[in-house]
C-alpha cells in the first residue's frame, strides 16, 4: 500500500558495521516508501544496497559539531552509543538532509521490518505528530515544533 508521505529514517553507526547488515537491508527494502539515511564512517562504497538507503559518509565528530552548532553549545565528542540519547534532536542534527520529508525518525538495525505500511497507515500519520516511544522505531512529524522540542 502506498502512502501520501514521505518518510526518512536516520542511522547513524560508527565503527565496524553489524553482521547482520545485509539482512536488515534485504527488510528495508520491502519498504521503499521510506528512505533509511546511514551515516557511518565506514567504506560502504563496495555494499550492495537497496536503493532506498543511502549511505553518508561522517566522522562522528562531524555529527558533535553539528550538534554543537544547532544548540549553541560546546558538545564535547563523546563514545559513538551516546548518540541514541540525542535521538530525539535527530530532526534538528540531521535537518538540512531530511528537508522533503513529511517525517523523520530512527531505527536500530538489529530490528527486521516487515512491511511498515500496514501497520503505520496514513490515517495514523494524519493524527498524530509522534509515532511510537521506545527507542528501537519511532516516527516524528517533521515541523518545528516538534524538531526544536
Request: a negative charge.
Amino acid at each position: 500500500m502506498k502512502t501520501k508521505f514521505t518518510k526518512v529514517l536516520i542511522i547513524p553507526y560508527f565503527g565496524g558495521l553489524p553482521a547482520h547488515l545485509e539482512l536488515w537491508m534485504k527488510s528495508c527494502s520491502y519498504n521503499v516508501d521510506y528512505t533509511f539515511l546511514f551515516y557511518t564512517d565506514v567504506d560502504t562504497s563496495q555494499i550492495s544496497h537497496p536503493k532506498n538507503i543511502i549511505f553518508k559518509h561522517i566522522q562522528l565528530h562531524e555529527i558533535w559539531g553539528r550538534l554543537s552548532a544547532k544548540l549553541k553549545v560546546r558538545v564535547f565528542d563523546s563514545a559513538p552509543y551516546k548518540l541514541c540519547d540525542l535521538r530525539p534532536a535527530y530532526g534538528e542534527i540531521f535537518g538540512d538532509d531530511i528537508k522533503e520529508y513529511d517525517f523523520w525518525g530512527y531505527c536500530d538495525t538489529d530490528l527486521i521490518f516487515g512491511t511498515i505500511n500496514d501497520f503505520i497507515t496514513d490515517d495514523i500519520l494524519e493524527r498524530y505528530q509522534k509515532i511510537f516511544n521506545l527507542g528501537h522505531f519511532t516516527l516524528y512529524r517533521h515541523i518545528y515544533e516538534i524538531n526544536t522540542l
